[in-house]
């Protein structure tokens, strides 16, 4: 059962008191909590964010969702972080869980791992920033990341990632935690103009009409948005069929199928826009749907996730991008100045992009088992090395031991078998090969 009191710790009082410090020290206090509701009247939701920088990710909203669904499927328990400046204003919020990782296995099957609150389905993993907090410096963040360990329960490992460097015009401060680059980046479209002058800087625009044109020799082309909660379960029903039909052509595992993932699609339809940050579009001919896409929207940006699109006769029509293209107008229509095209680096999206987000990922063991963890994958490594190498020696000194001349070859290839992996299987193949040497050259002595 989660604990719901909200827990606080005074920055200043655990900080070093020089005058210094004091004068540096803008974050004043960290509470935590475990339900959201707790900071309701500072938390941003998508369709009131006041001065708050965020995505959409961030927003209450998702977050409320995510308790409902992925949290419980997980098994895993949220923290809800508020820093506060001296006067109780909020500074940066963190929507943080801790849960067992579920890839490694054995001795650190246990580990705890501080995660930030996505669920796999976030795109950017950010702080809630607010003005206060744009001068913040490494000095400052390793304070907070001090105190956080202090008042948050205990764990292994946290593993932040997807950090972009930038939260709206703000610069991302978490990225001073020892972070690195990750190997994508996000991508987005900035929306200036209007549309009709921004049409013509699409890229296949003249294909696109084409294919768009042979559609409507086909039926009548249209696009929707849902609107109603059953107009978004058919579109949701179409998108799960077509996202699927799509991973399994690419080999793919089917990658809506994590924990959580069908309840939180399912529940989003509470959450619709423009009374909430879900969007999900349709394209569709008759009452074929031909193409989907679900995104949210939080403030001037939108940022699409998980598309999808019919195979078949329905491929050579490019029906995907003829909905980007849609999707795009609606932007302009409904004021929104960023359409984002989330992380990863297709290169199609640089047809369309030019604002890229560069993201950063961190990995800070706080105990052994955590350490152990975190090299874990190098340690196995050279383990399964070893191990495998120990059997082709072992493999070798089995077909030499047979041939008389090749004797003590064998058993200098079966000693370092037994060097390099000595398990009592092979201490027993060690003994055999010894044995049927020695039975050779007794019998040559007879």
Not at 49 to 62: N, P
Not at 80 to 107: M, T, W, Y
Not at 220 to 233: G, H, I, N, R, S
Request: charged share 25%; hydrophobic share 40%.
């Amino acid at each position: 059962m989660l604990q719901t009191a909200i827990r606080t710790l005074d920055l200043i009082t655990f900080s070093n008191r020089s005058r210094n410090t004091l004068a540096e020290a803008v974050p004043a206090q960290i509470r935590v909590t475990s339900d959201i509701r707790d900071f309701a009247d500072f938390w941003p939701r998508s369709g009131r964010l006041g001065s708050a920088r965020c995505y959409a990710f961030q927003c209450a909203d998702l977050l409320e969702l995510q308790c409902e669904s992925i949290v419980p499927a997980r098994n895993a328990v949220p923290f809800f972080v508020a820093i506060l400046s001296s006067g109780g204003e909020p500074l940066a919020l963190l929507p943080l869980c801790i849960e067992q990782d579920r890839n490694q296995k054995r001795a650190i099957k246990h580990a705890r791992v501080l995660k930030v609150l996505d669920g796999g389905l976030s795109d950017y993993n950010a702080p809630v920033l607010f003005p206060a907090a744009a001068g913040w410096g490494a000095r400052t963040v390793r304070r907070i990341w001090q105190g956080l360990r202090r008042i948050l329960p205990p764990f292994d490992i946290a593993i932040l990632e997807k950090m972009p460097d930038q939260v709206g015009d703000l610069p991302n401060p978490f990225r001073f935690l020892k972070s690195h680059p990750e190997s994508k980046s996000g991508h987005a479209v900035t929306l200036s103009g209007t549309w009709s002058s921004f049409a013509t800087r699409l890229p296949r625009r003249r294909g696109l009409r084409r294919k768009a044109r042979r559609l409507r020799l086909v039926g009548e082309l249209t696009f929707e948005v849902a609107e109603t909660p059953e107009q978004y379960d058919i579109f949701l029903g179409a998108l799960l069929r077509q996202k699927r039909r799509r991973d399994f052509e690419l080999r793919a595992c089917d990658s809506l199928i994590g924990p959580g993932y069908p309840a939180y699609l399912r529940n989003a339809r509470s959450h619709l826009y423009p009374s909430g940050p879900v969007c999900l579009f349709a394209l569709k001919v008759n009452d074929t749907i031909i193409a989907t896409l679900f995104g949210v929207v939080a403030g001037s940006r939108f940022i699409a996730q998980i598309p999808g699109f019919e195979g078949g006769k329905w491929q050579a029509y490019s029906a995907g991008h003829l909905l980007y293209g849609k999707i795009v107008e609606w932007c302009f229509t409904e004021g929104i100045q960023v359409f984002d095209l989330g992380a990863g680096d297709e290169q199609w999206k640089e047809e369309y992009c030019d604002l890229s987000l560069t993201l950063h990922k961190t990995r800070i063991p706080s105990t052994i088992r955590g350490a152990v963890f975190l090299h874990w994958p190098r340690i196995a490594g050279r383990v399964h090395a070893r191990r495998l190498n120990s059997w082709r020696e072992m493999e070798l000194a089995e077909a030499l031991c047979s041939e008389a001349s090749e004797a003590s070859r064998a058993l200098s290839h079966a000693r370092r078998s037994w060097t390099l992996w000595p398990s009592p299987k092979r201490t027993r193949e060690f003994l055999t090969v010894a044995r049927s040497i020695l039975a050779r050259k007794s019998n040559e002595a007879l």
